[in-house]
């Protein structure tokens, strides 16, 4: 059997003093795209944190490519995963090019410098995402589109089989938000990668994945494919305002009433 890239177990997850999720049980294979959504403070991405293995579960596991959190050493763990963020922190000054290399850190010895080939791929992974042309540019001269679309380059410079995404459109305009979520969409390009990201807007969930998870902030969550789990009924108890649904070519959008 393959093993599952990501894989939660009893997963109960707890944030000052609040259970925000209650022995979910969640397996994502290679290929996969899964949406969490959720209300604001809903625990979206303490849940995020905790599947990257950046906080502990209050109970259950979560497994990595088969193996426990625990058992992981964090290099191996940045080889498995990529994470992004909801803030880019930049305490010093550093040019596009070599922030977009520090994804390539977990690929090397300790003492090892990036090669040409990691300059290579980190050069690509800029230039698909708009960013070709502005190696040399210092991060503290980038809008804040301009720095997440970076931090987005660091991780595919990373290029490890699962990524973790905790609000990945924030600061883009609308264009670069369908850039990024239909690079992303690129298995061929990703080599298959598998994709967990937290989202606002339902009608992208359900455009460019494959199951959505929703977290309701009392313990209760729910999950499925996003033909079955994204409706108006569902998302309207989800977020606490009624909304009604308009479908064309198989595409939908959720609308408040």
């Known amino acids: 059997m393959t093993v ?32 969490i959504l959720g209300q604001n403070g809903a625990g979206k991405s303490t849940l995020l944190a905790t599947l990257a293995g950046l906080r502990p579960p209050a109970a259950g596991s979560v497994h990595l490519g088969g193996t426990a959190y625990p058992a992981l050493a964090p290099r191996i763990a940045a080889r498995r995963r990529a994470w992004l963020g909801q803030t880019q922190t930049d305490p010093f000054g ?18 090892a410098w990036e090669s040409e080939g990691d300059a290579e791929l980190a050069r690509s992974a800029l230039a698909a995402v708009g960013l070709g042309g502005l190696e040399r540019r210092p991060i503290h001269t980038l809008s804040g589109g301009e720095r997440q679309r970076l ?11 699962l990524y973790l995404l905790d609000e990945p ?16 969409a690129d298995a061929p390009r990703n080599d298959g990668a598998a994709v967990v990201m937290v989202l606002h807007d339902p009608g992208l969930a359900h455009r460019f994945c494959h199951r959505a998870l929703l ?24 977020y606490g305002y009624r909304l009604s649904m308009l479908e064309k070519d198989g595409r939908r959008c959720f609308l408040p009433e």
């Open 4 to 35: 599952p890239l990501l894989e939660a177990a009893g997963l109960t997850v707890d944030i000052a003093g609040r259970r925000i999720v209650d022995g979910l049980d969640l397996k994502v294979g290679r290929g996969e795209r899964l949406a």
């Open 94 to 111: 550093s040019t596009v090019l070599e922030t977009a290399l520090t994804g390539r850190h977990p690929h090397l010895g300790r003492w």
């Open 151 to 161: 931090a987005i380059a660091a991780l595919l410079t990373q290029a490890s089989p």
């Open 169 to 184: 459109l924030a600061h883009l305009d609308l264009n670069h938000q369908m850039a990024v979520l239909e690079l992303f």
């Open 215 to 238: 977290i309701y902030g009392d313990g209760r969550s729910s999950q499925g494919d996003v033909d079955t789990i994204l409706t108006a009924e569902r998302l309207s108890e989800l």
